[in-house]
């Protein structure tokens, strides 16, 4: 990840920790794909819990790349909609 914008370069990180509320926003995006993702693993694969949640994480892997960066840009706009301030 960059650490400025390229276009405007607004930095990205604000504080030293400034995206340990985009692990909030990964959980809140990832919670509901897992839980689809094993929920249909069972219901339409007939799996047993166990064996869907096991398969179900693994796949889950697959997308961890695309929510760990896509909740950081969540978090970018959230936060800034609520805390629009300039960095001094
Ligand atoms: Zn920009």
Redesign the pocket.
Known sequence: MNTA??????VFERESGYFAGAMVVSYAIAVPILAAMVIALILIGGLDAVVALIIGNTAYLVLVPFIFRYSRVLWLHLDWLIDPDEPS
């Open positions: 914008c390229l276009v405007c370069g607004l």
